[in-house]
């Protein structure tokens, strides 16, 4: 018998599969995470993340004007700091580096873009870490706590639209909340990093941020193989307050981002982290695959898996080929 239904007629002809794609991918779901160095006079290359930066406060500018022209939703801001302290200091201080290019972006880009800075601790500490230790060397949650809300009101100072905690504390974001309600802030957002795996592919991003850390982040950050334990994340975050929740990494994930997908009422954002960026740049460079073909089919992945937004060292590169379509 020959089949009685052709699926394959629905792909005969470009127009055909055009007319009937599901997925789309726009420049304006696409958010570029950017870094700046302290105290640097030319933009750093980051050797295992090819194509991305550590700025000057000069050079973040003006890419990042770029980026707003090309498109792209919404820019995510880490700070490299010239020095750490066991507190992470600098991230607290309103002439800190994150503060510091806060205040110039958003001097320069107004609202004409989403600006996100990364609300966390372990660029900025002495030993790496994402919060503070305490006197046995684990990381004390609560003293935590306590600097993630100032750290939050001096980047919604600085001019950050939403604050991006990184760090998976427990509670983090009922205190950012109340912190930055306390100060005035009540338009500022919370982007909450809710789904956070402790992941083998932070690792370049390690390199971007000149990250002091031994060991690993394990006791905080979630276990790879634990897909429910994310939904309770999302639960207590969506109950804290977060505006938006994310699920980071993105490609190992998808599961993780259909299921948080399915029982969040605000926009779920997916992080393509370092690593992914890496392994592809590195295929590619090696001729082993498609550059372009590649990145836009993990993007349209990750979209299709259910994120509303998806963070990207490629966005700008992304937002132009997206715009030929
Ligand atoms: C923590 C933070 C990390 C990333 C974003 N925020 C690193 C970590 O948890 O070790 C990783 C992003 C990437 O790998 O691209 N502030």
Redesign the pocket.
């Known amino acids: 018998m020959f089949p009685a239904h052709r699926p394959r007629r629905l792909r005969t002809t470009a127009a055909m599969r055009r007319l009937v794609g599901e997925t789309t991918v726009r420049p304006r779901q696409l958010v570029l995470?950017m870094f700046v160095k302290e105290g640097a006079t030319q933009p750093v290359a980051i050797s295992s993340m090819p194509g991305v930066f550590q700025h000057t406060r000069e050079s973040l500018l003006k890419a990042a004007v770029e980026a707003v022209q090309a498109g792209v939703g919404g820019l995510m801001i880490f700070g490299v700091p010239a020095e750490r302290d066991a507190v992470g200091s600098g991230a607290t201080d309103p002439d800190g580096i994150l503060n510091a290019a806060l205040n110039d972006l958003r001097a320069e880009l107004g609202d004409s873009t989403v600006l996100m800075s990364?609300c966390?601790l372990?660029?900025f500490t002495d030993h790496g870490h994402?919060g503070v230790l305490a006197v046995d060397g684990t990381v004390d949650n609560d003293a935590t706590l306590e600097v993630y809300g100032e750290m939050a009101v001096a980047q919604a100072t600085a001019g950050a639209h939403l604050v991006g905690p990184?760090g998976m504390m427990d509670g983090q974001i009922g205190f950012i909340r109340t912190a930055l309600d306390e100060a005035g802030f009540l338009d500022t957002g919370i982007l909450a990093y809710s789904a956070k795996y402790a992941s083998a592919?932070?690792g370049?991003?390690?390199e971007a941020v000149d990250s002091q850390l031994k060991g690993d982040?394990k006791t905080y950050?979630q276990d790879p193989g634990n897909g429910r334990e994310a939904l309770r994340e999302v639960a207590l975050d969506l109950a804290e307050g977060a505006d938006m929740v994310m699920v980071k990494p993105a490609g190992p994930y998808l599961d993780v981002v259909r299921s948080v997908k399915e029982i969040s009422d605000v926009p779920v954002a997916a992080?393509q982290?370092?690593?992914e960026y890496a392994m592809v740049e590195a295929a590619a460079a090696n001729g082993w695959i498609d550059r372009e073909r590649t990145v836009l089919e993990t993007l349209t992945s990750i979209r299709r898996a259910g994120a509303d937004v998806v963070l990207t060292y490629w966005a700008v590169e992304a937002a132009g080929w997206l715009d030929r379509e």
């Open positions: 995470p990364d966390c372990d660029e994402c990184s592919l932070y370049p991003f390690r982040r950050q992080y982290i370092s690593g």
